[in-house]
């Protein structure tokens, strides 16, 4: 299958501090990248959609201004998380689908695992 | 309603049984349809992926869908402890794509 990689796997990072963690398509062109949350023992929650070469859908309850996205090319998404607090400790997934077929699978990254101290 | 809805479990069950788990949806523009395999503290890894009506095989996993009854199910045969995971259905169509909230399997040696 397709290879979505994320980076960094895991970030600690002190309270008041940006994170930005990135989303590739390393074999395909990703016109739809998504944007996931997950505590331990539960689902995921999608947090936005982003579209190559416009501006993110979020999911209602996600603060845009705090999360933010920028799907700036076909390979590249990214997820800053500005002035973190502990309460945005969590995991978060990328997802991306290939842009060539209507309808596509999507392909998951490895997940980044955010502490906020 | 919800548009994918699938029981999040825990499902347990004794190591060589058979695992059973499905999801509804109520979106008939869902034309094709996906299982995925979560392991704790990594990304959902892509397990089956089908189009049509009827069953997919693929080792001990078996994919089926009734697109007439907006239900899929993901079957594992012969289950070990190594396929305890969290399992997500997700389906699509006109390029949209939901997914399911995840059921926690634990098999149990």
């Known amino acids: 299958g397709a290879v979505v990689s994320q980076h960094p796997s895991w970030v600690i990072c002190k309270s008041g501090t940006s994170v930005k963690i990135e989303c590739r398509s390393l074999?395909?062109?990703?016109?739809?990248m998504f944007w996931y949350r997950q505590f331990p023992k539960q689902s995921l929650m999608l947090m936005a959609t982003s579209n190559e070469g416009s501006k993110a859908t979020y999911e209602q309850g996600v603060e845009k201004d705090k999360f933010l996205i920028n799907h700036a090319s076909l390979t590249l998404s990214t997820l800053t998380v500005t002035s973190a607090h502990p309460e945005d400790s969590s995991f978060y997934i990328c997802?991306?689908?290939?842009?060539?077929?209507?309808?596509?699978?999507?392909?998951f990254g490895q997940g980044t695992r955010l502490t906020v101290v | 309603q919800k548009e994918v809805e699938q029981d999040p479990g825990p499902l347990s069950v004794p190591e060589g049984a058979i695992v059973s788990l499905n999801c509804t949806y109520s979106?008939?523009?869902?034309?094709?349809f996906m299982w995925y395999r979560q392991y704790s503290r990594k990304g959902p890894e892509l397990l089956m992926y089908t189009y049509s009506s009827g069953n997919k095989e693929d080792g001990r996993f078996t994919a089926q869908v009734d697109k007439s009854s907006k239900y899929i199910s993901l079957f594992i045969r012969d289950s070990q402890p190594s396929d305890s995971a969290t399992y997500l259905c997700a389906m699509g169509g006109n390029n949209r794509l939901a997914f399911g909230k995840g059921n926690q399997v634990v098999v149990i040696p």
């Open positions: 074999d395909f062109q990703a016109t739809t």
């Open positions: 979106n008939s523009a869902f034309q094709y």
């Open positions: 997802s991306a689908r290939d842009g060539t077929g209507r309808n596509t699978e999507a392909f």
